[in-house]
T-cell receptor, first 115, second 112 residues
Framework: SAVISQKPSRDICQRGTSLTIQCQVD?????MFWYRQQPGQSLTLIAT?????????ESGFVIDKFPISRPNLTFSTLTVSNMSPEDSSIYLC????????????FGDGTRLSIL | GEDVEQSLFLSVREGDSSVINCTYT??????LYWYKQEPGAGLQLLTY?????DMKQDQRLTVLLNKKDKHLSLRIADTQTGDSAIYFC????????????FGTGTLLAVQP
């Protein structure tokens, strides 16, 4: 399966600032996704990163708060904007190679704490 | 919408078998997955099963699927301390959505 690298692995940020998380894959992938895992919770899909077009956001998530880029088939970024303590979570990138019969594989995540 | 439920906690002794259970509501789920999350790590895909199967075995792991009851289980044989982690089941529907819906996660604690 693809090797997925996320940067940074963790960060502590001040409220009101923004942080951009990078996801790099070692091979071209069909789909890239961004998830949030709040403390002690399960994973929630934020959006699907579409190559060359705007991301597709899930209910409850908006582009102004979580802008996403995907300039090519191996790279995507998620920005968490104007952060508040409620944004303290693990943010995970996942990828899928091939069609919908293929599984998603995850990066190690970015652990974000907002003070 | 889709609901995927798991028990929150399971404690077993080293060498015993562990059985982690999952129930889901959407009968159109095509693939069902088990992921493992160790402390401080991301999610590792353990195994998955297609909805037209009722069992899949992979070394120490056995997945059972009861479509009628919408029940999925993961059995870990000869559980080791390294198996201590949170286990998530997840379901996906076919078609354009391709959205992966995760369960609440089960914390498996293996006692030496």
């Amino acid at each position: 399966s693809a090797v997925i690298s996320q940067k940074p692995s963790r960060d502590i940020c001040q409220r009101g600032t923004s942080l951009t998380i990078q996801c790099q894959v070692d091979s071209q992938v069909t789909m890239m996704f961004w998830y949030r895992q709040q403390p002690g919770q399960s994973l929630t899909l934020i959006a699907t990163a579409n190559q060359g077009s705007e991301a597709t956001y899930e209910s409850g998530f908006v582009i102004d708060k979580f802008p996403i880029s995907r300039p090519n088939l191996t790279f995507s970024t998620l920005t968490v904007s104007n952060m508040s303590p409620e944004d303290s979570s693990i943010y995970l990138c996942s990828v899928r190679q091939g069609g919908s019969d293929q599984p998603q594989h995850f990066g190690d995540g970015t652990r974000l704490s907002i003070l | 919408g889709e609901d995927v439920e798991q028990s929150l906690f399971l404690s077993v002794r080293e060498g015993d078998s562990s059985v982690i259970n999952c129930t889901y509501t959407d009968s159109s789920s095509t693939y069902l997955y088990w992921y493992k999350q160790e402390p401080g790590a991301g999610l590792q895909l353990l195994t998955y099963i297609f909805s037209n199967m009722d069992m899949k075995q992979d070394q120490r792991l056995t997945v059972l699927l009861n479509k009628k009851d919408k029940h999925l289980s993961l059995r870990i044989a000869d559980t080791q301390t390294g198996d201590s982690a949170i286990y998530f089941c997840a379901c996906i529907r076919g078609g354009a959505t391709n959205k992966l819906i995760f369960g609440t996660g089960t914390l498996l604690a293996v006692q030496p």
